[in-house]
């Protein structure tokens, strides 16, 4: 680059400059609206063919021209949703609830104590997130059969009594807990026990909450193991019910697509009640 | 303090115990999940990987010593997975890490508001369910009545048939996982981008350098631990993520076009009831996955350092 350039830039370049980044944000917004629209509009779609009379469904229209409640009604009366809703909901706050707590325990272990091998344990909990289901699930559906407990949704929530991510996130988020308040503690003579509970625990509430959202929402959504163990629709999870309206030997869309808007309702009613923080807890998993 | 007498050394030895066993007993309850869950079944998988065996009640395992890997090897489906499980890698890591990164890029400018309603609205597919991911795509894409080749039909094309097709189911099935993930990576990359000091891209530009400049010499080496983190993420996880729309929208096919390892597992396992080949195929990708893993990891590491 020689020096005319640059004064000849530098003479036109508060004009020229806002214009170009006028022009820059007027592409940025256009960028930004077609992604929206294409991470919306299939939501949206769903709910639109879901209140289609069944007559209609095939229409294209924006919005159904005789809006009805037909294919939720065929939905209810088909496959048991309101019991799969209920097991659902069961299952996401338990399992939410107990990975709290292990994972509470062993990271208060973790940051409170060294111990031999504390480095490799946490290693080895934290490499868990890499062992995909699959390749354990022959050996994990053996063991549910061993029980007894193929058809039962405490089966469904066993092998997710702990989770690498709660663990993880929690290590991280007492680490930062300042060290002076832990010790002064102790020096009160504070029980560990109480340490954890009524010190420690009230002052990560931002943490637990995050990862509270996370656990709850990646539960609810989960398909492969309740797959694998479902036997009953009465005992099966609403992901299961979805894909009772996909058959062989043909698909019913509405009841589909208002079996989808209603297991998806619960979450959509969450995310936008608590939106900021459930971006936030999303963001804090994937940037630590 | 020196006045400890005899009578108390007993509790509190005792104590000293119980003390040293703490850490053990906060450790427990997920410890041992993680042993019951999925460390004892890995090593079971790797015993079964060794055996003939097809889960029925009365049909008892029969040792065949390295038959299985030998079996698997030689079918084409299994190779066909493996080649499809790099495809699907491969295709999603323009969805995952490319695009957002020039979305993030493009639209740090965007005032604070207007940010935030798109940020709110690009999320929305990571909070939905696969299952239902993989309805809403499977009625747009139908082949007859999808509002896609409504579209399509309207500007005079013909009919695409996304998963019935051998040659664009694959494609298909990588673009609905993509649908799931873009905003995640976008969010994540825009917040690593407004994470940059502006004093930093202020005096580059103070020096005359030009967008491209700025973008290439400040912003994508800044960018760069979040950037191999997600492409970490996306080649460790990526044909996992698209296990779900295998299941529920094409079983694999037509002609095990969309079959990738993680369905083979399923495939083996739980349609062809062939515990062995499953679990040998197990053993093949944890071994396969484990190796990318650590490489990985090892890039992460010296790269994050270089960061700070």
Request: net charge positive; hydrophobic share 55%; with cysteine.
């Amino acid at each position: 680059m020689t020096t005319d350039t640059l004064t000849a830039g530098r003479i036109t370049g508060p004009a020229r400059g806002a214009l170009k980044f006028r022009l820059d944000r007027w592409f940025g917004h256009a960028v930004l609206i077609a992604l929206a629209f294409l991470c919306l509009f299939p939501v949206y779609w769903m709910i639109v063919t879901s209140l289609r009379p069944a007559n209609e469904i095939l229409e294209g229209s924006l919005w159904p021209s005789n809006a009805s409640l037909d294919n939720y009604r065929y939905a209810l009366g088909a496959i048991p949703v309101r019991a799969m809703l209920i097991n659902t909901t069961v299952i996401s706050v338990a399992v939410t609830a107990i990975q709290l707590v292990t994972g509470l325990l062993a990271a208060f272990a973790f940051v409170r104590w060294r111990f031999a091998g504390d480095k490799i344990i946490y290693a080895l909990m934290v490499l868990t997130w890499l062992v995909p289901l699959q390749v354990v699930m022959i050996p994990n559906y053996l063991l549910v059969a061993k029980l007894g407990l193929l058809a039962s949704i405490i089966a469904l929530i066993l092998p997710h009594f702990a989770s690498a991510l709660a663990v993880m996130l929690l290590v991280q988020a007492m680490r930062s807990f300042p060290r002076e308040v832990m010790e002064a503690a102790r020096m009160d003579g504070a029980s560990n026990w109480r340490l954890l509970w009524e010190i420690m625990v009230p002052n990560m509430r931002g943490t637990i909450a995050s990862l509270a959202i996370l656990v709850f929402i990646s539960t609810w959504n989960e398909y492969f193991w309740p797959l694998l163990l479902s036997r009953t629709p009465e005992n099966s999870v609403v992901q299961i019910g979805i894909q009772m309206f996909m058959t062989a030997e043909g698909t019913q869309w509405g009841p589909l697509m208002a079996a989808s808007t209603m297991a998806s309702l619960p979450i959509l009613i969450l995310y936008l009640v608590l939106q900021r923080q459930v971006v936030q807890s999303f963001l804090q998993s994937g940037l630590k | 303090m020196t006045s400890t007498f005899t009578p108390s050394a007993a509790p509190r030895l005792a104590r000293r115990g119980i003390a040293r066993l703490a850490p053990w007993l906060f450790l427990l309850p997920a410890a041992l999940t993680f042993v019951v869950w999925v460390y004892w079944p890995l090593l079971d998988a790797f015993r079964l990987s060794f055996y003939e065996w097809n889960m029925l009640p009365r049909s008892e395992p029969r040792f065949v010593g390295m038959e299985n890997y030998a079996n698997i090897f030689e079918l084409s489906k299994f190779s066909q997975a493996l080649k499809n499980t790099v495809i699907y890698i491969v295709g999603l890591l323009p969805i995952a890490v490319l695009i957002p990164l020039a979305i993030a890029i493009y639209t740090q400018d965007l005032p604070e508001r207007s940010r935030n309603i798109y940020r709110a609205i690009i999320f929305v597919p990571m909070i939905i369910a696969p299952v239902v991911a993989a309805a809403v795509w499977r009625w747009l894409l139908d082949p007859s009545y999808g509002l896609v080749n409504n579209w399509l039909g309207a500007l005079g094309f013909e009919p695409v048939r996304f998963l019935f097709d051998a040659d664009t189911a694959i494609w298909t099935i990588i673009f609905i996982t993509g649908w799931k993930l873009i905003g995640f990576s976008t969010l994540i990359l825009s917040a690593a981008n407004a994470n940059i000091n502006p004093s930093l891209i202020e005096a580059a530009r103070m020096d005359g350098a030009s967008n491209w400049q700025i973008i290439r010499d400040i912003r994508l080496p800044l960018l760069s631990s979040t950037i191999l983190f997600l492409t970490m993420i996306t080649i460790l996880l990526g044909a996992q993520w698209s296990f779900a729309y295998i299941v529920v929208l094409t079983q694999g096919g037509p002609l095990g076009s969309t079959t990738n390892i993680f369905h083979i597992l399923w495939d083996f396992g739980f349609s062809s009831l062939s515990v062995g080949w499953s679990s040998a195929a197990a053993i093949i990708l944890v071994l396969g996955f484990g190796a990318l893993a650590f490489v990985l990891l090892r890039l992460v590491d010296r790269y994050s350092f270089h960061d700070n």
